[in-house]
């Protein structure tokens, strides 16, 4: 079956570069969601999207922007890139707004790396 | 695999009744297992973190049981509200820098008036 694909898997950027990290949510889906885990700390939650409109935001620097299109995949821009971003990303898409609830699904994440 | 699996996919009570969401998992080695709610379109709430020596932990009307040796936890609402009506979602800590969080599928729960 079809995952949550994101792209790419490890990303290395200097300090100052921007980066796009991009979430494919399962086929249907229309809401996903954005969560950064920085070495040994909690998964903490970014912005999400619900049929291409932000639904919710949560830590995300004003450095960092995000937007979903119309085929419900969603990326995520990282300008001004800082040390302290070096982190793994991942994203989930859920299938919501309906009577059919399908879970979430959670992709395996981009490592990004800035050195 | 590391794995986590919930039951059941969604439920729906009745206000005021007690229910209790399952999540099995297949996660070594074991470090911790967190129960979140969360609501459609928003962030995550922490609920519960419990760590391998512990075998339940309670927050308010939620509480929530672990039993390392069969890999199982559990969590049960009291008393439900309408406001619990949310997604509950396990997810299980596989080494103790939580560097690999392997997340359930989630359980939606419905509470209706």
């Known amino acids: 079956a079809a995952g949550v694909i994101q792209s790419p898997r490890h990303l290395i950027k200097e300090k100052r570069e921007t980066a796009t990290l991009k979430c494919y949510p399962i086929?249907?889906?229309?809401?996903v969601y954005w969560y950064q885990q920085g070495p040994g700390q909690d998964p903490q939650f970014l912005i999400s999207?619900?049929?291409?409109?932000?639904?919710d935001k949560g830590s995300i620097p004003d450095r960092f922007s995000a937007q979903q299109f119309s085929d419900y995949h969603s990326e995520l821009n990282m300008s001004s890139l800082e040390l302290g971003d070096s982190a793994l990303y991942f994203c989930?898409?859920?299938?919501?707004?309906?009577?059919?609830?399908?879970?979430?699904?959670f992709g395996s994440g981009t490592r990004l790396t800035v050195v | 695999k590391n794995q986590v699996e919930q039951s059941p996919q969604s439920l729906i009570i009745l206000e005021g009744k007690n229910c209790t969401l399952q999540c099995n998992y297949t996660v070594s080695p074991f470090s911790n297992l967190r129960w979140y709610k969360q609501d459609t379109g928003r962030g995550p709430v922490s609920l519960t973190i419990m760590t391998f020596s512990e075998n339940t932990k309670s927050n308010g009307r939620y509480t929530a049981t672990l039993d390392a040796d069969t890999k199982q936890s559990s969590l049960h609402i009291t008393a439900s509200q309408l406001s619990d009506s949310a997604s509950y979602i396990c997810v299980v800590s596989a080494d103790n820098y939580g560097q690999n969080f392997v997340f359930g599928p989630g359980t939606r729960l419905s509470v209706l008036p």
């Open positions: 999207f619900y049929e291409k409109m932000q639904s």
């Open positions: 989930a898409s859920s299938l919501d707004g309906t009577r059919d609830y399908y879970g979430y699904t």
């Open positions: 086929p249907r889906h229309d809401t």
